[in-house]
């Protein structure tokens, strides 16, 4: 790896106290309320934040409302188009300083933040593409006499975008993309264990022109999400976290008729064929899970591998993950770092725990990390399960840590069976230099997404979403900014 300079403290952090973003004015919550936001590495005080409650959230509404009939209004699509180069432009310049930010907020290594650069700037650009490629269409119909019809393509109006914690930029500027392209206004809430580089985010917006209103910060806990969720003048929620609070977003949603997508959690099926290229599937299955602390939607956590190379592939891949190099973020050459939060430590090693007392084996790992290095810090061992099967608990619930349950397979049609027999579906790997299995796999996994010798691939213009439980609805790809536009039909009688 080639040595990266590790940025000075980030300037937003001089500020003791972090304001929430309204209207382009950086506000405490009405009530005076703050909340904590730590450094998962150390336990050390980041900044208190603003705790917006249910009054915030409808000032940020109304406030977002009148923006949708303000200056914003009356842009032209390459007005908004050079605005959002403007800030891709910005984001890349700061991009040392955001990426700082969600290291010292999230926990994860600053050579992993540091790289989602490409990715933030790639995002914004081609949704700035988009902006000028909004069209409804004529349509020629059957009625009766001269009439004319056709669609047009609106702006759906103020959303409200909720998101987690494990990729905070990256996820505050998917959530921005559409919205700007499209004309919305946007009221965004990022987690409270990470709230820091979305509030940095909305003021590079105002520095690119985005004109106040348009995009607000409301920092806060669960009870501002649901207050958001509720609020009547919220036209769309773009929600991304767990398949709990998913559901009770689409509940609250359903009275005032909201339109929704929600992009949710899963349990990812990693599956290794005897003829795949295994000097390449062995780093990849271990960073399948084990990159972010495990704390990605889409993670490979149930590892198949067929039966005739399991022996060989495990003791590989048990290998490999020891020689991971867990510790502190801010060292260029740590590769995994703590998870989010005391919370999230002990919700992981609960089901470590559990698969122990279900009869699973560590084949590497298991425990916290302590002593030297990992005192103040929330650092779990990267995990293998061995014997695992289909019933376990950590063979189907979502852990959202650094832990892997393997488990062994003989044929296609059993592995595709057993793969699908999850209520998720979000993404998925298969490993093989066979064409036909790999067609066949990718026919047959029910997820959002399958990779084929490779893993969590990502790009703007390549939709990602979930299946069955992991949500609805696509981010990215030419058709995602659709879910932020409404389609109203016009009939000219020309009689
Ligand atoms: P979470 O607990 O569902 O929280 C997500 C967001 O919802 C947070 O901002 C949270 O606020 C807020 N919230 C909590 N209760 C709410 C309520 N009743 N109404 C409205 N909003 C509420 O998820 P998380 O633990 O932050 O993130 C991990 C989960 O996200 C995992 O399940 C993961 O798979 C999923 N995820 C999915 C994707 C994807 O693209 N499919 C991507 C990343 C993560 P607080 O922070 O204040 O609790
Ligand atoms: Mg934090």
């Not at 949704?127 to 004529?138: F, K, M």
């Not at 958001?228 to 003048?233: I, M, R």
């Not at 972010?292 to 891949?317: D, H, K, P, W, Y």
């Not at 950590?394 to 852990?399: D, F, P, Q, T, V």
Request: charged residues 20%.
């Amino acid at each position: 790896m080639t040595m990266m300079t590790i940025p000075p403290r980030p300037a937003l952090l001089d500020r003791p106290h972090q304001d929430m973003l309204i209207g382009g004015q950086r506000v405490p919550a009405l009530s005076g309320k703050r909340f904590e936001t730590r450094n998962p590495a150390t336990g050390e005080l980041l900044a208190t934040v603003a705790q917006g409650g249910a009054e915030d959230v409808d000032r940020a509404v109304k406030t977002a409302r009148a923006a949708l009939e303000g200056p914003w209004r009356a842009m032209k699509p390459v007005e908004r188009q050079r605005i959002m180069l403007r800030l891709a432009d910005l984001v890349e310049q700061h991009f040392e300083e955001l990426a700082m930010l969600d290291t010292l907020d999230l926990g994860a290594p600053y050579s992993r933040t540091f790289m989602g650069k490409a990715r933030a700037v790639a995002l914004l650009r081609y949704y700035a593409g988009q902006a000028t490629l909004i069209a409804g269409d004529t349509i020629d119909n059957s009625a009766m006499g001269d009439v004319l019809s056709h669609t047009l393509k609106e702006p759906i109006g103020v959303v409200a975008a909720i998101n987690p914690w494990n990729g905070p930029i990256g996820m505050s500027v998917w959530k921005a993309g559409p919205i700007l392209a499209t004309g919305c206004t946007l009221v965004m809430k990022p987690a409270e264990q990470t709230p820091l580089s979305a509030l940095r985010f909305g003021e590079l917006c105002l520095e690119a022109g985005v004109p106040e209103g348009v995009i607000n910060i409301l920092t806060g806990l669960g009870d501002a999400g649901a207050a958001l969720s509720s609020h009547p003048g919220v036209d769309k929620i773009a929600f991304t976290g767990s398949t709990g609070v998913g559901e009770k977003i689409l509940h609250a949603a359903a009275a005032s008729m909201k339109r929704v997508t929600v992009e949710l959690g899963g349990k990812s099926p990693n599956i290794v064929f005897a003829d795949a290229d295994l000097d390449k599937a062995v780093p990849a299955a271990a960073m399948a899970v084990f990159a972010n602390a495990g704390q990605i939607c889409s993670a490979g956590t149930r590892l198949f591998v067929q039966s005739s190379i399991r022996e060989e592939f495990m003791e590989r891949l048990a290998a490999f993950t020891r020689t991971i190099k867990v510790g502190d973020p801010l060292d260029p050459e740590t590769q995994m770092g703590p998870v989010v939060s005391l919370v999230q430590m002990d919700k992981i090693l609960g089901f470590i725990d559990g698969a122990v007392t279900e009869g699973a084996n560590a084949l590497v790992g298991g425990a916290r990390m302590t002593g030297t290095g990992y005192d103040g810090g929330f650092f779990i061992q990267p995990t293998i399960f061995d014997n695992v099967n289909d019933g376990m608990t950590i063979a189907r619930e979502e852990i959202f840590g650094p832990v892997l349950s393997s488990f062994a397979f003989d044929t296609i049609e059993e592995v595709l069976q057993r793969a699908n027999a999850t209520e998720f579906g979000l993404g998925s790997g298969v490993w093989t230099r066979d064409l036909a299995t790999a067609h066949r796999m990718a026919r047959g996994i029910r997820a959002g997404s399958v990779w084929v010798n490779c893993y969590q691939m990502l790009d703007p213009g390549v939709p990602f979403g979930g299946y069955g439980m992991s949500g609805f609805g696509r981010e990215s790809g030419p058709h995602h900014i659709e879910d932020y536009l409404e389609t109203k039909a016009v009939w000219i009688n020309l009689d």
